[in-house]
């Protein structure tokens, strides 16, 4: 089937001309599908009153923000903790190559004196 530019463009413009009217009425009629039970609500407009799937999205949101806010505390100690040992893990090493320096010097110091 042979189409004409003309044809091509009239199809191109139809389809972009549907294709914002779609997006136009889906942000008009804000439907969101992040529910905690996966099921598409729809959320308030300005002016009216939160129907009770939205307040129940609501207080479900608004309790895994203080959940978050309750953690928050308890992983900033254990990344605490966790740099304590890191820096403790550094000074055993150190610790673990001054007593080798020192066992060498130890052993090079008897095999001098034994057999001086």
């Not at 949101?61 to 254990?78: F, G, M, N, V």
């Amino acid at each position: 089937m042979n189409r004409t530019p003309k044809c091509s463009i009239f199809l191109t413009l139809t389809i972009f001309i549907m294709a914002s009217v779609f997006l136009q009425a889906t942000a008009t009629e804000c439907y969101h599908d992040s529910s905690p039970d996966g099921e598409s609500h729809r959320s308030t407009r300005k002016g009216e009153e939160p129907n009770e799937n939205s307040k129940r999205i609501l207080t479900h949101y608004k309790d895994r923000q203080s959940t978050i806010e309750a953690i928050t505390p308890t992983i900033l100690d254990e990344e605490e903790q966790v740099s304590f040992l890191r820096n403790r893990r550094e000074e055993l090493k150190k610790v673990s190559e001054d007593i080798e320096n020192l066992s060498a010097r130890l052993s090079s110091n008897w095999g001098y004196m034994r057999y001086s």
